[in-house]
């Protein structure tokens, strides 16, 4: 199906015709806006007569003698020194939503006419260690921007480049051979409880292989030797590594399945994957001349980046006994991305506090020609996640909150919630709306607020029914379709030719700019944007709720309409929230 026109495209299109029309051989942005004196305000006359030397109003003037009203435009006034408002007709209003409902999918959502291919570097948790509340972020930011980019189609390639390779592999490795009953399973485990059981192993086996390479210099010794055998590629050892990124795997599997996110095997493509095309990348780069040696080392050194001690600080890529840095890794994997994937932007959704090293990272690819006009690497960098205090989330015995637990916490607030409110719900119906509820309002929550600022986790707030909440917007949802289910026979359908009243104009010019909301947040990496349009639909919806009678409205006409208003609305709550990987359950 075609795409549908937004109403503000309407009105934008006739406005700049009118501004050629009274400015021949002018082509002007009408700076068209949503407005509370109207339905929309247009700002750019005032811009645009200062330019023609022109006084304003009379300009205003002549573009709205420009206008034909009828059709979409119901009535242009000259306000204050130059501003156009706009009313629009109610026809109008159902007339284009009857346009979105009739593609049930995509609501009218235009697709790119040329997409590019992003790379999306999201969801980057570390083998043998348990995933915590600071690998939340990136995994639910990251996959909002996959549904948002995917939706507005682009191509989308995602990586999750696990930390799976590096010294402390050596160590893990020597500890388990001199400790071998460390991993062994319970019988019996089913997959999910041995990945959980093995990764709370793991994660132990780790602390005390650390433990016991600081204070012991003799394994430190030959732990650094096992490293050597593991990138000179040893059977056992590899087989051992090998053992490691499996459990791990499962364990990510089961965590990622309780966020409700895909995570594709493919799509894991860890430090190890680049191991092969490291010493290509330094050659690369020290024969260009992008990096230098420096006491023994291949570095890259910018003029505008100083330590504290106000000396050039280098971007490491080779180290001075020639082992590899995360530079390299990194760089390697732009080379891929690039060369191999023919990615035209690269994203990575990563913390805030590793700014300094993409910037490093970026501009070196740069010098080396990797990344140019027609390849950009971004990075959507996210703040942490706080406690009530307002300090970073800890448990109170200082420990990083593991992602598990605060997820089960939010699951079981929620499922109180859900237990509260039910209507006829089963217990096992009451569970799996529990999990619903819980997990969208752990992703609602940091996708409501604007990723590069910090956020405060608070489990009371996130599972409230009122407020900026993934559960109000999800009660609101259910709320509709069982307004749709008591209608019974009576089925919704548009009437463009009824008069509207103020709520349902409000709600109608709201739901129409979906698909402007869905093009900004794609555009931007900017799940909020989405987060606060839904929650102002959901708000508008109660508002018209309440002062406009659904099922007792005045007419049969109206009865139909105002069904058809509920029903647009709630394709498009779910559809918006399944752009943040938020269910919408039809009961609550």
């Known amino acids: 199906m075609a795409p549908v026109t937004s109403l503000s495209d309407s009105v934008n299109q006739q406005l700049a015709s009118a501004i050629s029309a009274a400015l021949p051989e002018t082509t002007a942005d009408p700076l068209l806006r949503r407005s509370d004196r109207a339905d929309f305000q247009a700002n750019g006359i005032l811009a645009l007569a200062k330019k023609a030397k022109a006084n304003p109003r009379d300009l205003a003037t002549q573009v709205v003698s420009q206008v034909v009203t009828g059709d979409v435009i119901k009535d242009i006034e000259v306000s204050g020194p130059g501003f156009l408002n706009v009313t629009i007709t109610d026809k109008s209003i159902i007339e284009n939503l009857a346009a979105r409902y009739a593609d049930p999918d995509r609501l009218g959502v235009p697709q790119a006419e040329r997409p590019g291919t992003t790379v999306i570097d999201y969801a980057q948790p570390n083998v043998a260690k348990e995933m915590h509340v600071g690998h939340l972020r990136s995994a639910v930011i990251g996959d909002a921007v996959v549904q948002l980019l995917e939706f507005t189609g682009e191509t989308v390639v995602r990586r999750h480049h696990i930390g799976d390779w590096g010294t402390q592999f050596g160590m893990l490795i020597q500890y388990l051979d001199e400790h071998p009953h460390e991993l062994d399973h319970k019988e019996g485990e089913d997959l999910q409880e041995s990945g959980q059981a093995a990764m709370s192993n793991l994660d132990r086996l780790y602390k005390a292989a650390r433990r016991k390479f600081d204070a012991d210099e003799e394994f430190k010794t030959r732990a650094r030797r096992r490293v050597v055998d593991l990138q000179s590629g040893d059977p056992h050892t590899l087989a051992t590594w090998q053992k490691f990124v499996d459990e791990s795997k499962i364990y990510f599997f089961s965590v990622f399945e309780k966020l409700d996110m895909e995570i594709r095997d493919p799509d894991i493509v860890g430090e190890s994957g680049y191991n092969d095309m490291l010493a290509e990348t330094c050659r690369l780069l020290e024969e260009s001349g992008v990096a230098v040696r420096s006491e023994g080392a291949l570095c890259v050194f910018f003029d505008d980046i100083k330590g504290p001690d106000g000396n050039p600080v280098p971007l490491i890529v080779q180290k001075s006994d020639g082992g590899y840095g995360y530079a390299a890794t990194d760089l390697s994997a732009i080379r891929d991305r690039v060369f191999d994937l023919k990615a035209s932007t690269l994203l990575y959704v990563v913390d805030a506090r590793q700014s300094l090293h993409f910037r490093m990272v970026f501009e070196t690819a740069r010098r080396a020609g990797w990344l140019n006009e027609d390849v950009k690497a971004v990075q959507l960098a996210f703040g942490t996640v706080l406690g009530k205090d307002g300090k970073p989330f800890k448990t109170r015995e200082g420990e990083t909150v593991r992602l598990v637990d605060l997820l089960d916490e939010a699951i079981d607030r929620a499922s109180a919630v859900v237990r509260e409110k039910a209507q006829d719900l089963t217990e096992a119906e009451i569970a799996e709306r529990g999990t619903q509820v819980g997990i969208g309002a752990v ?130 709550l779910h559809r918006g929230m399944a752009l943040l990987g938020i269910r919408t359950p039809e009961r609550l």
Do not use: W
């Open 443 to 572: 992703k609602y929550a940091d996708l409501s607020t604007s990723a590069n600022r910090d956020y405060k986790f608070d489990l009371d707030q996130m599972v409230s029914l009122n407020g900026d909440t993934s559960v109000y917007l999800q009660y609101a949802y259910a709320r509709i379709r069982s307004i749709l289910r008591k209608a019974g026979d009576v089925r919704p359908a548009a009437h463009p030719e009824l008069e509207l009243h103020a709520a349902e104009r409000a709600l109608g010019l709201h739901v129409d700019a979906f698909a402007e909301t869905v093009a900004e947040a794609g555009t931007e990496y900017a799940p909020h944007k989405m987060a606060a349009y839904l929650y102002q639909l959901a708000s508008l919806y109660t508002s018209f709720y309440d002062k406009c009678p659904v099922l007792k409205a005045d007419s049969p006409e109206q009865v139909e309409n105002r069904l058809f208003l509920c029903d647009v609305t709630a394709r498009t």
